[in-house]
């Protein structure tokens, strides 16, 4: 049973960047979430449609920092590493061919229902099938690319309404002995940080370890073993085989120690939650001067739109996505521009809406003097460099 613990109130859709025509019909959704007592697994209560979010002109890119075009080369390497060149993978939701393209195009298949990236990577070479992932898709890429070594999935899984079936229609399309990699942002991450700006349309749910473990058991598989990620403030990459064995998970015990198979603890996530939306509006109302915020990322958008965040408080965003560019932040209706036509001299804040890039905006940012302004692992004022 799904039992409701924290309220982020009234949200758009995070990754729909407006124009001033579209300000009028903004589609709005409560954006509630819960914990089942039963998998552990913390999910939204009222899940947006996948065909309103995965649309055919989807904003994200996944390879739009450095960090993550390395974190995908080498999650690549690693499974040439352990399963040999040849290895035939199927990546689902490849987005951008990020992953994609360090394999050769005879070797590696996709899925990606967004149908402007589906197109790019057909027209890289890699066959892309852009459709919804499910179990008769599932059929019809085994009978015409026969079974996989590895399914390999990034930020997916977690986007997709049931996970559960989602590992079903992935026990079809993989070879007996074959291995199922998946990586998603870790709901023990999320805790340990009150980044509860992961929490948006997209994610209809967040995974812990323990939830996995619970999905995949039931789903036919055994998990062999899981590694913490950097990425995205904090994922885990998850390691998994078709049948039922036992492997030492040591990030199992860690959860079971933090409490993440018990109510309780998402009940005191969601107080801290309270207290950090107090504590940020605190520090922008407080700070004076000319505050902006980095990267127009769809967490930014829970952030503003819980806190009541606008261009009041944040008189532009950058972002370097082209797509996103000339647009107004979704329910805020904060501008967006290019890096190159902001002008830092006049800015004495900036706003880490792309916190997980913390190292590499610094890296590109030298030259700023002002302070940045974060909201995890809780609301504080940083120095530039
Ligand atoms: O799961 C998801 C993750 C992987 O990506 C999706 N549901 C949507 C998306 O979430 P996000 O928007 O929160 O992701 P990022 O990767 O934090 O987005 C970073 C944004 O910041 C991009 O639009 C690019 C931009 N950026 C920039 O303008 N300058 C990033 C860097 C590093 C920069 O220097």
Redesign the pocket.
């Known amino acids: 049973m799904m039992k409701k613990f924290l309220d982020l109130g009234r949200q758009p859709i995070a ?1 729909a960047y407006l124009t001033k025509e579209d300000f009028a019909n903004e589609f709005f959704y409560n954006l509630e979430v819960g914990f089942d007592e039963e998998t552990k697994l913390v999910s939204l209560i009222n899940q947006i449609k996948p065909e309103k979010m995965f649309v055919d002109d989807y904003p ?1 890119h ?1 390879s ?2 450095s ?2 075009k390395n974190h995908f080369k080498e999650a690549a390497q690693t499974i040439k590493t352990i399963f040999g060149n040849d290895v035939r993978v199927l990546e689902i939701g490849s987005n951008d061919g990020v992953f994609l393209k360090n394999f050769d195009k005879n070797k590696a298949v996709a899925v990606e229902p967004c149908k402007n990236f589906a197109q790019m990577t057909n027209e890289m070479g890699y066959r892309t099938y852009d459709e919804f992932w499910t179990e008769s898709l599932a059929e019809k890429i085994c009978g015409e690319n026969g079974s996989f070594d590895v399914v390999y999935s990034a ?1 997916c899984l977690c ?1 997709m309404p049931s996970v559960f079936d989602a590992y079903k229609a992935i026990f079809k399309v993989l070879k007996s002995g074959g291995t199922l990699i998946s990586e998603c942002p870790s709901m023990f991450s999320v805790l340990k940080n009150t980044a509860y700006d992961q929490l948006y349309n ?2 209809p749910h967040l995974l812990s370890l323990t939830s996995t473990n619970n999905l995949l058991k039931e789903a036919g598989f055994s998990m062999i073993n899981s590694t913490d990620l950097e990425c ?1 403030g904090g994922s885990y990459r998850v390691f998994a085989g078709k049948g039922n064995y036992f492997a030492q998970i040591d990030g199992l015990d860690k959860e079971k120690l933090a409490g993440l198979h018990e109510f309780s603890t998402y009940e005191r996530f969601a107080q801290k939650v309270e207290k950090s939306k107090t504590l940020l509006r605190g520090i922008l109302e407080g700070v004076g001067g000319k505050t902006i915020s ?6 930014s958008s829970t952030v503003f739109n819980y806190c009541g965040i606008d261009s009041s408080l944040i008189s532009y965003i ?4 082209k797509e ?1 560019q000339g647009k107004f932040s979704p329910g805020v209706h904060i501008p967006i521009i290019s ?1 190159e036509e902001a002008n830092f001299d006049d800015v004495s804040h900036i706003f880490l809406g ?1 916190w ?2 913390l190292k ?2 610094r890296e ?1 940012e030298k030259t700023f003097n002002g302070n940045f302004i974060t909201h995890v692992p809780f609301p504080n004022i940083l120095p530039s460099a």
Request: charged share 25%.
């Open positions: 990754n994200y996944s739009s920092s960090t993550m930020n986007h997209e994610h995205h980095y990267g127009a990322t769809a967490k950058v972002d370097t996505t996103k890096r792309a997980n890039y590499e905006i590109k």
